[in-house]
């Protein structure tokens, strides 16, 4: 490779020499020259193209040593194939056409989940060492009697993870980030439980289960909450490709963190105190480097939170009857603001219930008067709302707004009632004397989401939202209306 180069350079060389006499034979008369395709590679010579009087001086033109000196150094043969290797390397983690094909924010969402894998790892070797050292491998032979035990923990803990799922799984696609997040907690708790079994080896079994339990729910929540934070990063419709590639990045933090958790047992042995102590600052460092990575995921679906913190924003600037101009918040501004650590911040006074139990609801009436007298409220609705797929109306204790959907609704209609909903909370917040009333108000609200809602959508598209995909209701909770058909009999709406 480096002999190639010097022979090119040298002819480069020649060739120059040669243009030099030419032109000093020409004097004022210069030939301007054009190389034949791939003629720097052999001994072609170069064709005139036209020739010109040029006022250019004879010192203008390189000396041979000159472009020998300015000729491009060798590259060793150790540095060529580090680049190669580094190429390839970047092509086995990170996605195609990266990064004109993925969000800004991917790259630090992998960094700070590399440290999050590798650090979750170690404490997950550490755990099973201890978990081995309590069922009484560090003794000895592995007993038939522990043997069953370890294959009871596991099986309990799967059967819990089933379970976990059933109940819970309608929930992960709302709030990926806050799932995300109590999911490696749990992950750590359950860790935490399995290094504390050398202490108590009578009760392997209890406390290997529910660490266990703990493990799968941690399992399989971050598996679910994973396509929806991927699909944040798409461009280019490659979902599976990012997701092959933040797979393999995790193979090879699991790797970073077995081989440190395996340094570490050599150090701290089996004393479970010494464990603790090693256990303790990776499993910090784990949730803290989850939750910045969630923390700068932008979630591009609404809400409950986010469509609240979008529609508040833009309220306080066009005001309640959305008369004068406003910008929306785009999902990087919106991730910023956006809480999945405790409870999210209550925006407006006035709260909103999303489809919660009627049966509930008719339990605050006094007496079957006021049970008929919230359902006639109910049904009044149909002057202003017949055509939509919704019915807003306020509780019987007046502290806050109940909606609900019919199973019909789509994305867009269950976006119109939140945003109607916003409405009346934000004109119900104000201090006004005397308090407006409520039906009032709802009446009112409708009117102006109504005219300005199509302008709302176009905004919120233009801002980077998907309005295709909202997650305002409770899947398993749609509500039938009955409405009386043309012939007399009853349907559900």
Known sequence: CSSDLKKKSKRMAQRALRLRQKVARSKNSYDLFALRPGAHCTAQPPVVVRREKLDVPEAAFPTVAELLQRAPASRPHLLHAWATGKHKLLQAFLPNNYPESVTPNFMRYCQWQFLHMASGVATYVL????????????????????????????????LGGVVWASVFANRFDEDPKRHRFYSVVAMQAATFMEILTPLVPSLFLPLASISNVGKNVSFLTCSATRAQMH??????????????????????????????????????????????????????????????????????????????????????????????????????????????????????????????????????????????????????????????????VMCPKQDRLGLW????????????????????????????????????????????CNQRFADLVDVFVAAGWDVGTVHLSKADAPVYFAADTADGEKKDK
């Open 127 to 158: 755990s099973t060492q201890s978990l081995l050292f309590a069922i009484g491998l560090g003794a000895g032979a592995l007993p038939l009697a522990a043997a069953i035990n370890w294959v009871l923990k596991d099986g309990l803990g799967q």
């Open 231 to 392: 699909q944040s990063f798409v461009l280019r419709g490659n979902l599976g490709d990012i997701t092959a590639k933040v797979t393999s990045q995790s193979i090879a933090a699991s790797l970073v963190g077995t081989a440190a958790a395996i340094l570490l047992s050599t150090i701290t042995g089996t004393e479970p105190l010494h464990v603790m102590m090693a256990f303790l600052p990776l499993s910090c460092l784990s949730i803290y480097t989850n939750y910045v990575s969630c923390v700068g995921v932008w979630m591009k679906s609404f809400n409950p939170q986010r469509a609240e913190l979008v529609l508040l924003d833009i309220l306080r600037q066009s005001g309640a009857d959305l008369s004068q101009d406003f910008q929306c918040q785009t999902p990087k501004e919106v991730a910023s603001e956006e809480r999945f650590v405790g409870k999210p911040d209550r925006l407006f006074s006035c709260d909103l219930e999303v489809e919660g139990s009627i049966a509930k609801v008719l339990s605050e009436c006094d007496g079957e008067e006021e049970k008929s007298a919230w359902l006639e409220m109910l049904a009044a609705q149909k002057g202003f709302t017949e055509q939509e797929q919704y019915y807003l």
């Open 405 to 448: 959907f019919s199973a019909d609704a789509s994305s867009l209609d269950k976006l119109k009632g939140f945003v109607h909903a916003g409405l009346v909370r934000y004109r119900l917040g104000k201090e006004m004397i005397p308090p407006p009333n409520p039906s009032e108000v709802i009446a009112e609200c409708y009117s102006v």
